[in-house]
T-cell receptor, first 111, second 116 residues
Framework: QKEVEQNSGPLSVPEGAIASLNCTYS??????FFWYRQYSGKSPELIMF????GDKEDGRFTAQLNKASQYVSLLIRDSQPSDSATYLC???????????FGQGTRLTINP | KAGVTQTPRYLIKTRGQQVTLSCSPI?????VSWYQQTPGQGLQFLFE???????NKGNFPGRFSGRQFSNSRSEMNVSTLELGDSALYLC???????????????FGEGSRLTVL
């Protein structure tokens, strides 16, 4: 079982709709969760982090964390073509003591 | 404020050679992490340095090594290169405290290594 799992996609969403990206993790003791965005040919950039159960909103982005179910999700409201990228979920596990990335979900927003 | 700078950006080596990659972190960042990115494996953690000490290491063979200098600049070295070492090597710095694990990373543009 991979430490951090994501559906690789591609996930195709029409412009203006809500894009929902999901991630599950195996280390039940994990405390810190991050979402990175990577445009094609570019390096990853941090867009959100979440440490507590529940929702965290930042502009059009909402991160959701459910530690009991061991999943974290990212919602993008009013999706724009500029949101087309690969979204990487990353988790710091108690056992690993390092930031572990999922394989990423490729998101395409269709005009 | 300057970002994370990696050199060289592109390089081509042959099997058996060795390579050294350099990373200059954002000013004030004491943590430097290295990742290998390939289409098949995604982002794989290599190691992390904090104040010249390697705090954590990923599951890579001993051919992969690194170090950090007193000015927080870091280098990684790969010896006896293999075809499978072809990848994008990303360096990331973090404004993390001594007792914390680096999660909020700022990545450089990467060094793309091709091994022939």
């Amino acid at each position: 079982q991979k430490e951090v799992e994501q559906n690789s996609g591609p996930l195709s969403v029409p412009e203006g709709a809500i894009a929902s990206l999901n991630c599950t993790y195996s280390d039940r003791g994990s405390q810190s969760f991050f979402w990175y965005r990577q445009y094609s040919g570019k390096s990853p950039e941090l867009i959100m982090f979440i440490y507590s159960n529940g929702d965290k909103e930042d502009g059009r982005f909402t991160a959701q964390l459910n530690k009991a179910s061991q999943y974290v999700s990212l919602l993008i409201r009013d999706s724009q073509p500029s949101d087309s990228a690969t979204y990487l979920c990353a988790v710091i596990g108690t056992g690993t003591q390092k930031l572990v990335f999922g394989q990423g979900t490729r998101l395409t927003i269709n005009p | 404020k300057a970002g994370v700078t990696q050199t060289p950006r592109y390089l081509i080596k042959t099997r058996g050679q060795q390579v050294t990659l350099s990373c200059s972190p954002i000013s004030g960042h004491r943590s430097v992490s290295w990742y290998q990115q390939t289409p098949g494996q995604g982002l794989q953690f290599l190691f992390e340095y904090f104040s010249e000490t390697q705090r954590n290491k990923g599951n890579f063979p001993g051919r992969f090594s690194g170090r950090q200098f007193s000015n927080s600049r870091s280098e990684m070295n790969v010896s006896t290169l293999e075809l499978g070492d072809s990848a994008l090597y990303l360096c990331a710095s973090s404004l993390v405290l001594a007792g914390d694990i680096a999660g909020e990373l700022f990545f450089g543009e990467g060094s793309r290594l091709t091994v022939l």
